[in-house]
Nanobody, 117 residues
Framework: QVQLVESGGGLVQAGESLRLSCAASGRTATGYAMGWFRQAPGKEREWVATMRWSGGSTYYADSVKDRFTISRDKYKMTVYLQMNSLQPEDTAVYYC??????????WGQGTQVTVSS
């Protein structure tokens, strides 16, 4: 089994920053990518960013490019999302995901990010 534990959400004002963390444990040996999605009230879950474990390539949604940065600690099996210049439209529950070979995707429990104007 795989466990993903997120932390770092909170309430900030527009223009401020937050850093989310997601630690993976369990059967993660075949993991090849980790990333973040978010879901705002009344909206579908949307992809935010992904990092490939091998090589460290990163990918971002256009809406967060140049403001958010995904990074990792390989040895701690942890991925981070540094979010700068936050805006009210970034308000959502942020979910970490881990992709394993065989098209298996695991999700964290989610962490709330609220940005006030």
């Amino acid at each position: 089994q795989v466990q993903l534990v997120e932390s770092g959400g909170g309430l900030v004002q527009a223009g401020e920053s937050l850093r989310l963390s997601c630690a993976a444990s369990g059967r993660t040996a075949t993991g090849y990518a980790m990333g973040w999605f978010r879901q705002a009230p009344g909206k579908e879950r949307e992809w935010v960013a992904t990092m490939r474990w091998s090589g460290g390539s990163t990918y971002y949604a256009d809406s967060v490019k140049d403001r958010f940065t995904i990074s990792r600690d390989k040895y701690k099996m942890t991925v981070y999302l540094q979010m700068n210049s936050l805006q009210p439209e970034d308000t959502a529950v942020y979910y970490c995901n881990l992709d394993l070979l065989g098209d298996k995707r695991y999700w964290g429990q989610g962490t709330q990010v609220t940005v006030s104007s």
